[in-house]
């Protein structure tokens, strides 16, 4: 490009150089075990639910993103993490496992019924949030 000098630390700002994408999440499955208790697709709930007895907690419960193609795939992103949302923190609390950021464990503290939103945060905004999903804590 006539009269451009590159500023090695201006690539960002250079049309030319490709940025970096980061994985882009349009659905997600949770896991325990292996097998599929939750699986959020195109912007809704398609199967499942969390279930928990009262004073327990989960399995860890891993979680998965899907591509537009349905591939799974964990974010390798620097800053990327997981949040997690309780609608009523008195019947359910959720946190992530110690060590892991992608496993969590969901408690019961009441039976009842409640909500879970899952979100793929990189830095401090959402890339991907789920719907609300089922969270049953039974006796």
Known sequence: MPGYIEDENDKDDNPVTPHEEHNEAEGMVLKVNGANIVVVKEGKVESGKVTVKTGESTAEITSRF?????????PDEEG?????EIADATIATAAVVSGKEWEF???????GTTTMVVKLMHNDHADFTT???TVEVIN
């Open 105 to 111: 464990k969901v408690s019961g503290l009441k039976a």
């Open 80 to 84: 990327s993490s997981l949040a997690l």
């Open 131 to 133: 719907p609300a999903i």
């Open 66 to 74: 899907l591509h537009h193609d349905g591939d799974e795939f964990i």
